[in-house]
């Protein structure tokens, strides 16, 4: 088991955050992306953090969209599409979007060309 599935999203979160803002994207960019990962909103998502949920926990919980398999390409030279551990897939699906936003890329291609 990798130590990232025990450990807390809101202690990486913060990360996302600064990640996607050096860039000059921001927070709110940033939850969108993750309310079309998991189907959280802004409630749900405040809640996972405030609660310290494991990303075990936070996927678990989470709608996965039915259209993240077409999240494609390489996060720390692994490809997103190759991983086999569904958590870790989903965990690199979304370590994939907080990349893409903070790369500078149109939200409608982030998320996939659905409407937020």
């Known amino acids: 088991m990798s130590r990232i599935f025990t450990t807390s999203f809101a202690s990486v979160y913060p990360h996302y955050v600064n990640k996607v803002e050096r860039k000059g ?19 749900a998502l405040a809640h996972h ?8 926990d936070f996927f678990a919980d989470a709608r996965l969209n039915p259209l993240a398999s077409t999240i494609t390409g390489s996060v720390c030279g692994v490809k997103v599409q190759d991983v086999e551990d569904p958590l870790m897939q989903k965990i690199r699906y979304l370590d ?9 890329r149109p939200m409608e291609k982030v998320l996939r060309n659905q409407p937020a």
């Open 25 to 43: 994207r921001t927070k709110a960019e940033l939850d969108e992306v993750i309310e079309w990962l998991t189907g959280f909103d802004e409630a």
């Open 96 to 104: 994939k979007l907080v990349d893409e936003v903070a790369k500078g």
């Open 49 to 56: 953090l405030e609660a310290g949920t494991t990303f075990e």
